[in-house]
């Protein structure tokens, strides 16, 4: 489904503030970076959630040469949270950030998240960007420690988005949606596949929400080029418009 047909970003009379969020495993950027970042900026989000941001040798400019490209700014994560990213349009005012490291398996790449409190209007959430283990029970435990941040956050409304390496149904999915609402099962918008561009054969990533945000459509969008996604990374993007309400 087109873009065009989610809500664009606004502010509404009671100060809630309807917010277009992105959910992109980028590869490290290994791939077309042109490409990454003409399909960020034809999805006109509010907040990207970044999985798999370079991590290694000038990290830092990397990171900024995306968002300055999508038209967007750094807001936290990268190297120092193993990946994941935070990024955001100049409609939020930051709060605070704090990049996560989690606890390491011997043998399995560090995992960590990307955490920060913003205001948009009179609307305060937090965000989590999170990309999950590869090894099941690693996986199963991280989504618990994702929920422990959720709620140490200490804000009215989180959004949480990533990688989750697994499917709905899965344990560590169903662990973050018995407490978040799934994007896609409350509002389902455009496409459910994520992985992989070439083959969309399977949702391994999502955007999810505590209760009291409300989504207005949540999924891949279909209108976008498909060179494009296929030269970007090996993962689709995941597009949301929700309405967070006024603190």
Not at 137 to 161: F, I, K, N, S
Not at 208 to 219: D, Q, S, V
Request: hydrophobic residues 45%; neutral net charge.
């Amino acid at each position: 489904m087109a873009i065009s047909e989610l809500p664009n970003s606004r502010t509404e009379s009671d100060g809630s503030a309807v917010l277009r969020v992105l959910s992109y495993n980028v590869r490290s950027m290994r791939d077309d970076e042109d490409a990454l970042a003409r399909v960020i900026r034809a999805c006109a989000p509010d907040l990207v959630f970044v999985q798999e941001a370079p991590r290694f040798f000038r990290w830092r400019k990397h990171a900024a040469r995306l968002a300055a490209k999508s038209e967007l700014v750094v807001l936290s994560g990268g190297a120092t949270a193993a990946g994941p990213l935070l990024l955001c349009s100049l409609r939020a005012t930051v709060e605070r950030t704090e990049d996560v490291l989690l606890p390491l398996t011997p043998g399995l790449h560090r995992r960590g998240l990307a955490t920060a409190v913003v205001r948009f209007a009179g609307a305060r959430l937090g965000l989590v960007s999170c990309h999950l283990s590869l090894r099941k029970d690693e996986r199963y435990a991280q989504a618990g420690m994702v929920l422990d941040r959720v709620a140490a956050l200490g804000t009215p409304h989180v959004l949480v988005a990533g990688d989750l390496n697994e499917r709905p149904g899965g344990p560590a999915f169903t662990r973050l949606t018995k407490e978040l609402q799934d994007g896609w099962a409350v509002s389902p918008w455009g496409g459910e596949h994520t992985s992989t561009p070439a083959d969309p054969h399977q949702r391994i990533d999502a955007i999810l929400a505590t209760p009291g945000i409300e989504f207005l459509g949540c999924g891949v969008p279909t209108d976008l080029d498909p060179g494009d996604l296929r030269a970007a990374t090996d993962h689709l993007p995941v597009l949301a418009a929700v309405r967070v309400p006024a603190s």
